[in-house]
């Protein structure tokens, strides 16, 4: 089989993203071996879910892929904590009177790997037609996966669940509209997206409008007041300070004070500047559009998985500073996607593993 490349545009994107991450990993004020090595994974990821993925998987088989490793994984690390113990710094312990998290540095990242377990098996059982048996077991890791996250208490994660399932609710309900073709006109789409974009903008903007900055650091736990203690002093807010570690910064010691920035897109603006934060808009939009554009006369319910990427990035880093599972998910399936329709024929088909079928 010839090797499939995915959309030009996808691929041009991520090379400026990781040109300009190159970039400020050369500015970097921090230590170079710490910061090589967390540049090397976001490169390796990035290179592998881009260009290799999609020569090996069909979307179907990489969802299943992602299930089965991420919930033996989960899994076992749930299994082995009450034996093993793990020694913890300051920053590590930093949320451990907020909730369980196991063999995982905190309970937010535990939570993180649930919720990616969860879209993984809620978009199998949305996309894909399975017999009962299969149905069962995936909906059953589906349960088992919000019953882990639960006793985490981790609220970000929790609320990305609920907004992930209020818009499955809708597809479900107005999904009958998407497939009689009355969206399919480009302009109607497009003019849905942004009314639902701008109902969306005004209420967050007059909600927040109405809150006083005291009350506004309240409802982020005291984060408001530390991102723009932290973002005030970056020289150059353009440029920023140069790559670091997620959650670190030059203003406070994150081993002494226990907490980092929590927020990918302040951390990104304070270690890579407005260049680097719009550059990982484009390519979270790219991501969107990709999607929207599987199986175009159904409802796309591959946006959860951006969406979900999107709403986490609020309170945590963990997804385009330091790759996670949901990294790997998002990469992947939008790579599957951007490949060409006539390139994709004989993996639309689904047979068997995505590895064997790459072998044919």
């Given at each position: 089989?010839?090797?499939?490349?995915?959309?030009?545009?996808?691929?041009?994107?991520?090379?400026?993203?990781?040109?300009?991450?190159?970039?400020?990993?050369?500015?970097?004020?921090?230590?170079?071996?710490?910061?090589?090595?967390?540049?090397?994974?976001?490169?390796?990821?990035?290179?592998?879910?881009?260009?290799?993925?999609?020569?090996?998987?069909?979307?179907?088989?990489?969802?299943?892929?992602?299930?089965?490793?991420?919930?033996?994984?989960?899994?076992?690390?749930?299994?082995?904590?009450?034996?093993?113990?793990?020694?913890?710094?300051?920053?590590?312990?930093?949320?451990?009177?907020?909730?369980?998290?196991?063999?995982?540095?905190?309970?937010?990242?535990?939570?993180?790997?649930?919720?990616?377990?969860?879209?993984?098996?809620?978009?199998?059982?949305?996309?894909?037609?399975?017999?009962?048996?299969?149905?069962?077991?995936?909906?059953?890791?589906?349960?088992?996966?919000?019953?882990?996250?639960?006793?985490?208490?981790?609220?970000?994660?929790?609320?990305?669940?609920?907004?992930?399932?209020?818009?499955?609710?809708?597809?479900?309900?107005?999904?009958?509209?998407?497939?009689?073709?009355?969206?399919?006109?480009?302009?109607?789409?497009?003019?849905?997206?942004?009314?639902?974009?701008?109902?969306?903008?005004?209420?967050?903007?007059?909600?927040?409008q109405q809150m006083t900055?005291?009350?506004?650091?309240?409802?982020?736990?005291?984060?408001?007041?530390?991102?723009?203690?932290?973002?005030?002093?970056?020289?150059n807010i353009w440029l920023?300070?140069?790559?670091?570690?997620?959650?670190?910064?030059?203003?406070?010691?994150i081993e002494d004070l226990?907490?980092?920035?929590?927020?990918?897109?302040?951390?990104?603006?304070?270690?890579?500047?407005?260049?680097?934060?719009?550059?990982?808009?484009?390519?979270?939009?790219?991501?969107?559009?990709?999607?929207?554009?599987?199986?175009?006369?159904?409802?796309?319910?591959?946006?959860?998985?951006?969406?979900?990427?999107?709403?986490?990035?609020?309170?945590?880093?963990?997804?385009?500073?330091?790759?996670?599972?949901?990294?790997?998910?998002?990469?992947?399936?939008?790579?599957?996607?951007?490949?060409?329709?006539?390139?994709?024929?004989?993996?639309?088909?689904?047979?068997?593993?995505?590895?064997?079928?790459?072998?044919?």
């Open positions: 089989m010839p090797v499939q490349f995915p959309s030009r545009s996808l691929v041009i994107w991520f090379v400026l993203a990781v040109l300009w991450r190159t970039v400020e990993v050369i500015r970097s004020p921090g230590e170079m071996r710490e910061i090589s090595i967390a540049f090397g994974d976001f490169l390796c990821v990035v290179v592998v879910c881009i260009f290799i993925v999609p020569n090996l998987f069909s979307l179907e088989n990489w969802l299943r892929f992602l299930t089965r490793i991420y919930s033996v994984l989960f899994a076992v690390l749930i299994i082995l904590s009450p034996y093993v113990r793990v020694s913890s710094t300051t920053a590590d312990a930093a949320g451990a009177d907020k909730g369980l998290k196991w063999l995982f540095v905190h309970p937010n990242v535990a939570a993180m790997f649930g919720m990616t377990i969860f879209l993984t098996s809620l978009l199998l059982i949305l996309l894909y037609k399975q017999n009962l048996r299969w149905m069962i077991l995936t909906l059953s890791v589906l349960l088992a996966s919000i019953a882990a996250i639960i006793p985490t208490n981790a609220r970000t994660t929790e609320g990305t669940i609920i907004a992930v399932m209020v818009i499955v609710c809708f597809g479900l309900v107005f999904g009958g509209l998407w497939r009689s073709g009355r969206f399919e006109v480009r302009a109607l789409r497009y003019l849905l997206i942004i009314t639902v974009s701008m109902v969306i903008g005004t209420t967050i903007f007059i909600f927040f900055q005291s009350q506004l650091d309240s409802l982020t736990t005291g984060r408001l007041f530390f991102w723009i203690s932290v973002i005030s002093t970056v020289p920023g300070v140069g790559f670091l570690k997620a959650g670190t910064n030059l203003l406070y010691d226990g907490a980092g920035i929590d927020g990918l897109y302040v951390n990104i603006l304070y270690t890579d500047g407005i260049i680097g934060l719009a550059l990982f808009l484009i390519v979270l939009g790219y991501i969107v559009r990709y999607a929207m554009s599987y199986r175009k006369r159904e409802f796309p319910y591959l946006v959860i998985i951006p969406i979900a990427a999107f709403l986490y990035g609020l309170t945590e880093t963990h997804f385009w500073l330091t790759p996670s599972p949901l990294t790997i998910a998002a990469l992947g399936i939008s790579a599957i996607i951007s490949i060409k329709p006539r390139n994709m024929q004989s993996f639309a088909r689904g047979r068997g593993s995505g590895i064997w079928i790459a072998m044919k």
